[in-house]
């Protein structure tokens, strides 16, 4: 039944766009508290910088589609 793999797909969709949505609140509640801690020069800072600029994307292009 094409009906049941499209509702499958689309909670399969919503359950992606949740994690990249959480996954974003993380990363930059943890840039949050380097920065508070004044270690915004490190490694991991800019990681997360570059995973947050990602996920931001990410978020946007869900959210233009609706999701």
Known sequence: MAYARDVEKLAAYDAFAADVRSELEDVTTR?????????VKTATY??????RITLKDIDRRL????L
């Open 46 to 51: 800019r990681q997360l910088f570059a995973t």
């Open 63 to 66: 959210s233009e589609r609706g």
């Open 31 to 39: 840039m949050t508290e380097l920065k508070g801690a004044g270690r």
